[in-house]
């Protein structure tokens, strides 16, 4: 996580603001030292949170820690099942039909939350929400989603990159003068576009992620699973002019 950190070019600070994680136990965590997480069920919402922002496998990290710090989830035994089965039988015989229901309701829903507590989902829910793009209104350059229609042509000295996201990553887009036009993590299933004079400067932190397109080229993945790769695009490049 520390080296995934340093790649993306953020500080413990930067880290913490994006996960509203406390800094002390980002460093812990990434020193191995969990003490701080208050156990591991908050430990695991920690590793999903930071993994995802810096564009990391979540369930992946999730795994590592359990198998080399002993941390599992509880089981739901069957018998906490059939005991509110047993339990909701047995009342029906001394409420009327609309209190039965009413109870009914409410056992499953206690059921539902305790299946989805115990199986892990719980943590998912604690994530940080996906980067919003830190976008500089004089950067010179412009950002759509890529569901707008593009223009079939490229005006002489500028790019459109577009990028299609398969799977959360972490990415940052700059414009020639280094301005950042994004930076944050895409979703799964989203696809982005940013148009700029001269050239776009890109960092990826899971290149096969990704697909690109540039100025109406599909260039494909860029790399590899897990792979950090940097990419310079310049006016004139691939695609119609």
């Known amino acids: 996580m520390a080296e995934a950190r340093q790649r993306a070019e953020l500080t413990v600070g930067q880290l913490s603001s994006r996960t509203f994680i406390r800094e002390t136990i980002i460093e812990g965590i990434e020193r191995d030292d969990f003490s701080a997480c208050g156990g591991d069920f908050y430990t ?16 992946a990290l999730v795994r590592e820690y359990e198998q080399e710090h002993g941390g599992s989830r509880p089981n739901i035994r069957a018998s906490t099942l059939f005991k509110v089965d047993n339990l909701l039988h047995q009342r029906s015989h001394r409420m009327p039909n609309w209190t039965m229901l ?43 989603r890529a569901q707008e229609p593009a223009a079939a042509r490229v005006p002489n000295g500028t790019v459109v990159l577009k990028v299609y996201a398969r799977k959360p990553s972490w990415i940052t887009v700059k414009d020639a003068k280094g301005h950042a036009m994004f930076q944050g993590t895409l979703p799964e299933g989203a696809a982005s576009t940013w148009t700029g004079k001269d050239k776009l400067k890109v960092v ?26 940097r990419r310079t695009f310049a006016a004139g490049g691939p695609g119609p002019r």
């Open 204 to 229: 990826i932190g899971d290149a096969g992620a990704v697909r690109l397109e540039v100025n109406g080229k599909d260039l494909g993945t860029p790399g590899k699973d897990g792979q950090t790769v």
């Open 102 to 144: 009413a109870a009914v309701a409410v056992a499953l829903i206690v059921v539902v939350v305790l299946v989805r507590l115990l199986s892990g989902s719980g943590e998912k829910a604690g994530q940080t929400a996906v980067e919003l793009p830190v976008v500089h209104p004089n950067a010179g350059a412009h950002h759509a």
């Open 44 to 59: 695991r919402g920690h590793i999903r949170a930071i993994a995802s922002t810096l564009g990391l496998d979540p369930d």
